[in-house]
């Protein structure tokens, strides 16, 4: 069984800075690929950046050089540093994990499994 309880998130203004983590609790070891996703309501929830068990990582276009996806394996651990935040970035972000890694469906929302709670990230 596998849980994703993430921390972070909150309110900051345009060209501010916020962290987001997530914690992977997974004793049987399932998940490979991790990812954050954002949704804000009535569209589609979107990918954000992914990295696999190679920390190899992906990103949005809309986040590419603004924001950093890394984890710590060890302490299992999942981090996004959301910098120079823009109004568009309002959503609610989620963390999501799966047991495989792949470089074509990285930002997918459809092949991830485990999904945290959610946690509101306000850009004003």
């Known amino acids: 069984h596998v849980q994703l309880v993430e921390s972070g998130g909150g309110s900051v203004q345009t060209g501010g800075s916020l962290s987001l983590s997530c914690t992977v609790i997974d004793h049987s070891r399932d998940v490979s690929s991790l990812a954050w996703f954002r949704q804000v309501p009535d569209m589609e929830r979107e990918g954000v950046a992914a990295i696999d068990s190679d920390t190899q990582t992906f990103y949005a276009d809309s986040v590419e050089g603004r924001f950093t996806i890394s984890r710590d394996i060890a302490k299992n651990l999942l981090h996004l540093q959301m910098n120079n935040l823009k109004p568009e970035d309002t959503a609610t972000y989620y963390c999501?994990?799966?047991?495989?890694?792949?470089?074509?469906?990285?930002?997918?929302?459809?092949?991830?499994?485990?999904w945290s709670q959610g946690t509101q990230v306000t850009v004003s």
């Open positions: 999501a994990g799966r047991d495989y890694d792949s470089d074509y469906e990285a930002l997918e929302r459809w092949t991830y499994r485990y």
